[in-house]
């Protein structure tokens, strides 16, 4: 039976969830269904997209991902189900997919609504029906209609100039570590083994810690996170709130 996974800023108040669940299982007794989150910030495709790009590739492909992050057709160019490294997204096209994809995805079909009824609650009458078509063997080819291209937004990568980088924060998880956009790759590639000097507003940092336990209680490191993304954090504290680092802030790495 297939995986389809939920993503969703609808919280876990109200009744949002159950009734996309109750209409998957409806559809498809005995489906698998994983929550990756609800609790994305209202609207933020940014939090969404990070969120959802550390948690999919874990999953086996053919994994369908149901997307509900800002889903009024109005702030969209459509719905639509695409296929993109082994996995399959039902969501807005809203630029999200161009935040979760160094590639535009080549695989596109577009869906509509059935009538003006299913607008007001999309992720539960239009993706979940196709969600369901698709897990439970329909063609993704004759789903939907094809679709050329996707709206994109532009997200801020990190630079190198001379001997210096340039990123900005992306992630705070819920322990207040602080991811930035800045990988192992371009670091070591800039770097060359140089000593370096991280700039935060308020603070500096000039080592890169292998595990959180490596400096002392309330003392903050830098350390590669499991992706490989440089983080900001603070033993046993939070790192984003006590130095005051927001996302989209920036961060200097300058190499001596």
Do not use: W
């Not at 039976?1 to 009744?15: P, Q, S, V």
């Not at 609800?38 to 550390?54: F, P, T, V």
């Not at 080549?106 to 897990?135: G, N």
């Not at 532009?154 to 992630?171: E, H, K, L, P, Q």
């Amino acid at each position: 039976m297939a995986i389809i996974t939920l993503t969703t800023d609808f919280g876990l108040k109200d009744h949002y969830v159950s009734a996309i669940k109750g209409a998957i299982l409806s559809r498809l007794p005995g489906a698998t269904i994983v929550d990756i989150s609800h609790k994305i910030e209202k609207y933020n495709l940014l939090d969404a997209s990070y969120i959802l790009k550390e948690s999919y590739p874990n999953f086996p492909e053919g994994t369908i991902h149901i997307i509900g992050i800002n889903t009024e057709l109005s702030n969209s160019g459509g719905y639509v189900l695409l296929k993109q490294n082994g996995h399959y997204f039902v969501g807005a096209d809203n630029g999200i997919f161009s935040l979760l994809f160094e590639e535009t995805p080549r695989e596109i079909r577009e869906i509509s609504p059935a009538d003006d009824r299913e607008l007001s609650f999309p992720v539960r009458d239009v993706f979940v029906k196709a969600a369901c078509e698709l897990a439970a063997g329909t063609d993704f080819n004759i789903i939907g209609t094809p679709k050329d291209g996707l709206l994109e937004r532009i997200a801020f990568r990190a630079t190198s100039m001379g001997d210096n980088i340039r990123g900005s924060f992306v992630y705070i998880d819920s322990y207040g570590n602080v991811t930035t956009n800045i990988d192992r790759r371009l670091f070591e590639q800039v770097g060359k083994r140089r000593p370096f000097l991280i700039e935060l507003a308020r603070h500096s940092i000039e080592r890169i810690s292998k595990e959180y336990s490596e400096v002392p209680e309330g003392e903050v490191l830098a350390i590669f996170n499991s992706s490989d993304y440089l983080e900001i954090a603070m033993r046993n504290g939070k790192a984003g709130s006590l130095l005051n680092l927001k996302i989209n802030d920036s961060i200097t790495i300058r190499f001596l």
